[in-house]
């Protein structure tokens, strides 16, 4: 199976929130990714509000105003206890961020292993506490993205990012180590 074939989800499964804007924008809700904000307005001190979500679905993009990220879990699914080897059924979802932690350090750089672990365990400790900079933002915004187009129990949820959070401190090596994006780019390119 191709990466790209993990990627679609079914827009019965969306959030109204979403629906509605992917309908409303003509989007193919099966291919929705959440772009990176132009690094360049970055650099210049803008910085586009967390909850704004660049939409693309491959041709066509615009925003959606994401819902807190607290308020997006649905169900009362338990995560399954071996969720730390990638269990099949959660291995799009896992895929799903991951694809998306490459193009943003395609966009801003690459970013460390410890940068990483501190913001994914930020994120499953504190789903909207304060932005750490923008490359969390924008891991907020995946994460609200994938909780949008898939009903993900707020157990599932934590596991699914304090899983990462390990992963990402599994390859830490030192302040400066960046095997975590290593290990990612091997696997998806």
Known sequence: M???DLF??????????L??????GGLDGRKLTAMCPESSRLHAGATLPRERVLLHDGTKALHWVAPPLRTLPRGDQVPPRDIDHYPPEYA????YVEKHVLTLCDAYGDKTDAEFEEWYSNL???PDGRSLG???DQ??????LLLAMRPISQAEYEAIVGQLARSAGHFRM????????????????
Request: aromatic fraction near 16%; proline fraction near 8%.
């Open 174 to 189: 030192g302040p400066a180590s960046r095997n975590y994006m290593d290990y990612l780019r091997k696997t998806f390119r």
């Open 139 to 144: 891991i907020w915004r995946v994460l609200a």
């Open 19 to 24: 629906l509605e804007v992917v309908k409303a």
């Open 124 to 126: 499953r400790r504190r």
């Open 92 to 95: 799009p979802l896992f895929f």
């Open 8 to 17: 679609k989800f079914d827009p019965a499964d969306f959030d109204p929130s």
């Open 134 to 136: 923008e490359c969390h």
């Open 2 to 4: 191709k990466t790209d």
